[in-house]
């Protein structure tokens, strides 16, 4: 029943290690969102993809990769972990389309989140 | 950055109408004005968004001034469930939301 779901909920690794967060909506939209919460609460935009294809690649290291099998899918792959990539990393959908610039149909369904602890 | 401009926190008493307020004073004229929150670092939540008239659902009301350069979301009988981090966000263009460090509010018993 879950709108959007993401595995894992908490995951700890050591630095250099590669791991993937996956992503998943049961909303059947076409737009999909990756966000990053630091330490300090701040929630920043990473990647978006609409219908698969990538729409919004903020300033993120080339370590982050985002992939997109399918439209109700958005997964990110992180490359070398790095301390500063701990954080709180949630994923988001939204019935958003590119026909709609302005953002009138832009309300987003964020996932629980996956809590990323690099030691 | 965040085009809104928000308190850091407010208080307000359980049962009562809690109204936050955001400014947006460069906001573009077809651009949206979305309220989220947040509950204890869960998934942020919609809430409501408007463009010019004001907005009602079952969760919140929202007011926006008819030069579109501020906004009131009002809880008209907030509980303790309603503790959370609230955010006012201009809708992006490209339909990213730019959050910003949103108002704290504290519904107390």
């Known amino acids: 029943d879950t709108a959007v779901s993401q595995t894992p909920k908490y995951l700890v690794t050591q630095m250099g290690n590669d791991k993937s967060i996956k992503c998943e909506q049961n909303l059947g939209h076409d737009t999909m969102y990756w966000y990053k919460q630091d330490s300090k609460k701040f929630l920043k935009i990473m990647f978006s993809y609409n219908n698969k294809e990538l729409i919004i690649n903020e300033t993120v290291p080339n370590r982050f990769s985002p992939k997109s099998p399918d439209k109700a899918h958005l997964n990110l792959h992180i490359n070398s972990l790095e301390l500063g990539d701990s954080a709180v990393y949630f994923c988001?959908?939204?019935?958003?389309?590119?026909?709609?610039?302005?953002?009138?149909?832009?309300?987003?369904?964020f996932g629980p989140g996956t809590r990323l602890t690099v030691l | 950055d965040a085009k809104t401009t928000q308190p850091p926190s407010m208080d307000c008493a359980e049962g009562r109408a809690a109204n936050l307020p955001c400014n947006h004073s460069?906001?573009?004229?077809?651009?949206?004005v979305y309220w989220y929150r947040q509950i204890h670092s869960q998934g942020p939540q919609y809430i409501i968004h408007?463009?010019?008239n004001n907005e009602t659902n079952e969760m919140a009301s929202l007011i926006i001034t008819e030069d579109r350069k501020s906004s009131t979301l009002i809880l008209p009988h907030a509980t303790l469930r309603d503790t959370a981090v609230y955010y006012c966000i201009v809708g992006g263009s490209q339909g990213n939301l730019i959050f910003g460090k949103g108002t704290k509010l504290s519904v107390k018993p």
């Open positions: 460069t906001i573009s004229g077809n651009e949206y």
């Open positions: 408007g463009l010019k």
């Open positions: 988001a959908s939204s019935p958003r389309t590119l026909e709609d610039p302005f953002g009138g149909n832009a309300e987003q369904f």
